[in-house]
Structure formats: C-alpha cells, structure tokens
C-alpha cells in the first residue's frame, strides 16, 4: 500500500527536527528535574516521543508494518 503525503519532501524532515528538538528538551527535564514527578512525567512525554518517531520513520520508509510497533509501544507505555 503506498500513500502519497503533500509536500512530504519537506514535511517530514520537519517533523524529525521537531522530535529531535523535543527530545532534547525532554532529557534536560529528566536530568535535571527537581522532583520524581517532573521525572515520570519526562519519562512519559519520552514514549510519546518515541511513537511519534517511529510514525515518522514508518511514513518515510513507507512501511505500514512500522505502524504496527508505534501502536504497540503506545499500548506498552500507557
């Protein structure tokens, strides 16, 4: 099954920087967090990260299988 995604040339490397980004801030958060609730917090927002990761590596290779493990993970972190 291949899907067609408007302006995915530059979309999609967008949305990788913007993870990246996140991350970034995210690990200053659980590093530096002051408190166990700031650290889960950042622990949960890391999953999210990673799902939305692989849902963009999934558009980019263009396999749907890869949908199946960012649901799986979702699942797993909840």
Do not use: H, K, N, Y
């Amino acid at each position: 099954m291949t899907v067609e995604l408007a302006g995915a040339f530059w979309v999609l490397p967008l949305a990788g920087a913007m993870l990246v980004i996140s991350t970034i801030c995210v690990m200053w958060r659980l590093l530096a967090g002051p408190s166990g609730p700031d650290r889960a917090v950042a622990i949960d927002a890391m999953t999210l990260i990673g799902v939305a990761g692989v849902g963009v590596i999934a558009l980019v290779r263009g396999q749907a299988m890869l949908l199946d493990v960012a649901i799986v993970l979702a699942i797993v972190s909840f």
